[in-house]
């Protein structure tokens, strides 16, 4: 059950550019949404959330967008650095509680 | 900055033994999770557990499953009989609020079973 689906399994963007990661959930009671990245041989690393009252939350290179009409999300990294190289999820939970998390985006920045 | 640590790393048992995952959460948050991803696909949440209990889980964790908190650091996940699918990467997390956000996780345990 797939309620939460990023459709791009890679993307790779060059060094400066803006990355722009997607995602697309079903379940219209989600109302927490948040980011991770993960390198390998690491744990998920929090990047950025947002919650279902907001359409925008931005942390340094990092903005989030939320379109609830569509059920979509998306993450913007600009300038991209090579460093940010690492497979993204994102994830959805509603009222806080178990969080669903997308197969992640491969993100490749070539300097 | 404080980090959940998880042992061991790698986890090699065979098919039908118990095992026993172990994480510590970062020392002041009182909210821990189990997630797993099978190679390949997505993260799965398995359970979550805060006052010494059980506050959610996936049916994913069935009666095979089991964690505790057996003292004030360390928070484990056991598997009783262990089977060729549970072969996965095997995620700790804490968090200090309900809201759980955000949730620090550690590395990983894989587990390979045999």
């Known amino acids: 059950d797939q309620q939460v689906k990023q459709n791009s399994p890679s993307l790779s963007v060059q060094e400066g550019r803006i990355s722009i990661l997607n995602c697309d959930y079903t379940n219209s009671m989600f109302d927490y949404f948040l980011w991770y990245k993960k390198y390998p041989a690491e744990g998920p690393t929090f990047l950025i959330s947002i919650s279902s009252i907001k359409d925008k939350n931005e942390d340094g290179r990092f903005t989030v967008f939320l379109n609830k009409s569509a059920k979509h999300l998306s993450l913007h990294i600009v300038p991209s650095q090579p460093g940010d190289s690492a497979v993204y999820f994102c994830a959805a939970s509603a009222m806080m509680n178990q969080f669903y998390f997308g197969t992640g985006t491969s993100l490749t920045v070539i300097p | 900055e404080p980090e959940v640590t998880q042992t061991p790393s790698h986890q090699v048992t065979q098919m039908g033994q118990e095992v026993i995952l172990r994480c510590v959460p970062i020392s002041n948050h009182l909210y821990f999770y189990w997630y797993r991803q099978i190679l390949g696909q997505k993260v799965e949440f398995l359970v979550s557990f805060y006052n010494n209990e059980i506050s959610e889980k996936s049916e994913i964790f069935d009666d095979q499953f089991s964690v505790e908190r057996p003292d004030g650091s360390n928070f484990t996940l056991k598997i009783r009989s262990t089977k060729l699918e549970d072969s996965a990467m095997y995620f700790c997390?804490?968090?200090?609020?309900?809201?759980?956000?955000?949730?620090?996780f550690g590395d990983g345990t894989r587990l390979s079973i045999l």
């Open positions: 997390a804490s968090s200090d609020d309900r809201g759980g956000q955000p949730q620090h």
